[in-house]
């Protein structure tokens, strides 16, 4: 096994940190003794983080009615766990898109945020408390794809492009094809070196398998049918307009029925549409 995650890391590169800020903002967080003022300070000393905080706040999503100008006017609203997705989002968008953006990071990044957002929603529709901690792991679930682009390079491009024109086919099986092993393992060593929650590395690993999740199966299998779901909807690389939902693993292990799938359906495009536009996706 450690030869293996070896072969990997070599095959891959040095893994990504986690933006310091970012960071910061996960530790504070998880503190039960952090105040507003602490993440007030950390926040703070990134401009364009601050700038994008107070840009969301003042978004529909939120409804407020007055316009916010100050982070210590848009913690209250927003809540740690809320600043705390949204923090992450934008921090975790640099890792996915250059500079020179293309169109591949931008449909990889588009996936991640639409999973991110169909998690938060599948997190309430099932009962899962932690609707934040679903949005993160939603979000970071294919971390190990922009890892391995900017590593492997035309490589990767190659293997983007087949899956991309090939809806037969999906990534796990063509990363296990071509370089022998796929995003999932590499995004989990990802999440272990930022040194998240132990149920978000497995949900990273296993987001394809989430029968095999012991630490938290419910989050697993919550991110797991939000990808599908995406994949069902097109939102990315990976396109299968005919994929039935109805009996994969996650659908059994969250009990969700066909009126719930739908309304998840309707309200992630149209909060994706929204949320496009606040994090760069146009």
Wanted: aromatic share 4%; net charge negative.
């Amino acid at each position: 096994m450690e030869q293996r995650i070896d072969r990997i890391t070599r095959s891959a590169g040095d893994l990504p940190a986690l933006p310091a800020v970012a960071s910061h903002v996960m530790r504070l967080v998880a503190d039960p003794d952090t105040c507003a003022e602490d993440l007030e300070r950390v926040i703070l000393r990134d401009q364009a983080m601050t700038a994008k905080v107070l840009k969301i706040s003042n978004s529909a999503l939120f409804g407020v009615r007055h316009r916010i100008g100050t982070l210590s006017q848009a913690i209250p609203i927003l809540g740690l766990r809320t600043l705390r997705s949204l923090v992450v989002a934008a921090s975790t968008e640099s890792l996915f898109r250059s500079k020179n953006s293309c169109f591949k990071e931008k449909i990889l990044w588009e996936h991640s945020l639409a999973v991110a957002l169909a998690s938060r929603l599948l997190a309430r529709e099932s009962g899962y408390r932690e609707t934040e901690q679903a949005f993160v792991a939603g979000l970071i679930h294919d971390i190990g794809k922009p890892v391995l682009d900017k590593t492997l390079g035309d490589e990767y491009q190659e293997i983007v492009e087949h899956v991309y024109n090939n809806p037969e086919t999906t990534f796990h099986e063509t990363e296990m094809e071509k370089l022998g092993f796929d995003h999932s393992e590499l995004g989990a060593l990802v999440v272990n070196k930022w040194k998240l929650s132990g149920g978000l590395e497995e949900t990273v690993r296993l987001h394809h398998a989430p029968k095999s999740a012991v630490l938290d199966p419910h989050l697993c299998a919550v991110v797991s049918l939000a990808n599908l779901i995406c994949v069902k909807l097109e939102i990315g690389p990976e396109k299968r307009p005919d994929l039935d939902l109805s009996f994969t693993d996650a659908t059994a292990m969250l009990d969700v029925d066909p009126g719930q799938l739908d309304l998840i359906f309707n309200t992630v495009e149209e909060t994706l549409a929204i949320e496009k536009e606040m994090f760069s996706i146009n």
